[in-house]
């Protein structure tokens, strides 16, 4: 569908007359295509209109910077966290949730998140915290604190843990390991991380 | 001193006759600075040059490419931790430990570092990762992997908490938190950390 869209493009570039909606999403889809490849550093304007097949001025009538292009495209990308997982046990729990937020960390447009994250300065990512924020850290905490809660009743879990130090044990690790080790967060790395970390750091007992 | 030298350059700029270890010294740290100011992706060759008061040439004749000067300059600059603190309980020892952690990251050479470990691409990171790994990870996991022990020896930690997941707990959560909450790690939540975070986790009891 993609493929034979694109071909017909390339054919008869002059006639590929989208509006609106259609070339809005085409315009998003190659600012996060531009984010996961080239990096924020790397997207220009001119590079995402080449990509979305329109011109700069079609880009810049509807977004006048980089900036607010990428917040929107990030926005409109983002993986939706509906539902904790609820398997029985926190252990089955958490490793179905770590797995999920591993899969939208891969997705194209978490790689576009995490280029953004990543290279831009503290002034720069102000402009992206509340999308970042609102859209995948609080959403992902949220189903945490469900998960930790569930626990807590079923006795599993220690009353004092639903904190945010124990919540951001899981997104920090997977950040680090993903920027420091080159993680790519395998089953078995998820698995070992809950086992030899979260289990003992959720466990009841004297505390 | 740094600052009559630099008084004195500035007025006779001409007479700046460096050699050697000396001038090699100016650039190294004028590679930090950049490094410091505008990042991995603003620093050029030219920059440095100019911040070291001598010319491009002097510096490409000893670094012939920004990689190899970065690496260098990271090298030069790095804090050595050595030596655990050793202050009687587990609880002191960990905030003494993450008091100089967040002493180091808030340095010249730590804001460089971490210019580079974020902006940097994976290819461009490997070139730094063994700086970064024998200069900073592994000599803070060392520390950490010493105070755990010792909490072992005395009955405060469970024995089988010295694994590497445990271990990157606390670099995992200074990295999350500095990026994502603009956190500089007060002594006040270095403490809530280690009180709300690293004790449950570490204590010993029903595993």
Known sequence: MVTSRWTAATARPASLRRR????ERAILDAALEQLSTV????LTMEGVAAGAQT???????RWPSKEDLVADALQAGLPSFEGAPDLGSVREDL???????????YS??????????HECDPTQAERFHGVIFEGVVEP?????????????ERGEVRSDADNRYVADVIPAMMMYRSKMHGSEWSDEEIEEMVSRLMLPLLRPGAA
């Open 140 to 152: 992902l905490l949220k189903l945490l604190r469900e998960v930790i809660a569930r626990g807590i």
């Open 95 to 105: 490793v179905a949730l770590c797995r999920r937020a591993r899969d939208a960390m």
């Open 39 to 42: 990096g924020w550093n790397g």
């Open 108 to 117: 194209r447009p978490g790689v576009a998140l995490r280029a953004v994250i």
């Open 20 to 23: 609106g909606p259609v070339l």
């Open 55 to 61: 011109g700069k001025a079609a880009v810049y009538r």
